[in-house]
């Protein structure tokens, strides 16, 4: 305590002693000289003297601690809500009823549900869209691109199943029809060699050739019932009558010796078929006498 009054005291003593007003020199040719000698007390110095200087405090820093990674706040932004509609992958057993190859080779695919059909094209692999009243035929749709399809029937037996065929409707098949008449003189016969023309004696007793004509019917699947006449300028006069077509492999054959007439001219013979389906057939020949 009495050293910090004492330094107290001699600061204030210095303080007065360079702020008290400078007198005024009088005007004389010799200036004297003042010369100021503050006084210290014998005590002031040894109080000074004795001045123990106090230990500043010893500042330790303590170990940094862990650093601190700002991590930044991530804020929601809403958007419109979007409905994400599932897509079902790829499925072992296809939902659409489907006919495969058992062995990656085409299949022949028939215009009706029978083996006697025209077959109408192949696949390997094909969509199934009905099945034959019997259940042992399945009616496909093929699709021949460019928005073209074939419409055709394969035997179940042929084909590997794919899918589940429970929903599939009995479809009626398309009826055969008849796809061609043909009606020529065959070339094997003996009058074959005169062609379509025939010399012969004219008169009401001259011998009576024959012509032999051969007509033949052709389908694209089999037929029970086919209904054909003749039909000709020559004398002579036929009946409806009615014939089969096995199948489109199989065309019916059908013979017709006809007389050739006594007197010169150029003649007809058709072949006309009415049942199922309207076809006929003609050719001429020609009657000369010697």
């Known amino acids: 305590m009495k050293s910090t009054l004492s330094i107290l005291i001699f600061y204030l003593l210095l303080f007065s002693a360079c702020a008290a007003p400078t007198p005024e020199l009088a005007t004389s040719t010799s200036e004297p000289t003042l010369t100021f000698t503050p006084e210290i007390t014998t005590t002031a110095e040894k109080t000074f003297a ?35 509609t599932a897509t079902p992958g790829p499925s072992t057993t296809p939902i659409v009823p489907t006919a495969f190859s058992p062995d990656g080779k085409p299949v022949e695919c028939f215009k ?84 379509y023309v025939q010399t012969v004696s004219c008169g009401q007793n001259a011998d009576k050739p024959v012509f032999h004509f ?24 036929f009946s409806v009558q009615q014939t089969r077509v096995a199948g489109w492999r199989d065309p019916q054959n059908i013979k017709l010796d006809l007389p050739v007439p006594a007197r010169e001219g150029t003649y007809y013979l058709r072949l006309r078929v009415s049942l199922p389906n309207e076809m006929s057939m003609l050719v001429q020949f020609v009657v000369k006498c010697q």
């Open 214 to 237: 051969l007509g033949r019917i052709s389908a694209d699947g089999p037929i029970q019932k086919v209904k054909y006449t003749w039909e000709t300028n020559a004398p002579g006069k």
């Open 112 to 195: 009706g549900p029978e083996l006697e059909y025209k077959v109408l094209t192949d696949f390997k692999i094909v969509e199934i869209v009905g099945v034959d009243e019997a259940g042992r035929w399945w009616y496909l749709k093929i699709d021949k691109g460019q928005g073209n399809f074939v419409h055709c029937w394969v035997l179940q037996k042929r084909v590997t199943l794919g899918g589940n065929p429970a929903s599939l409707p009995v479809v009626e098949p398309e009826k055969a029809l008849v796809t061609e008449v043909s009606l020529s003189i065959p070339t094997e016969l003996p009058d074959a060699r005169f062609g």
């Open 50 to 84: 004795t001045l123990t200087a106090i230990p500043s405090s010893t500042v330790t820093s303590l170990p940094a601690g862990p650093t601190k990674t700002l991590v930044p706040t991530l804020t929601a932004i809403p958007f419109p809500s979007q409905t994400v």
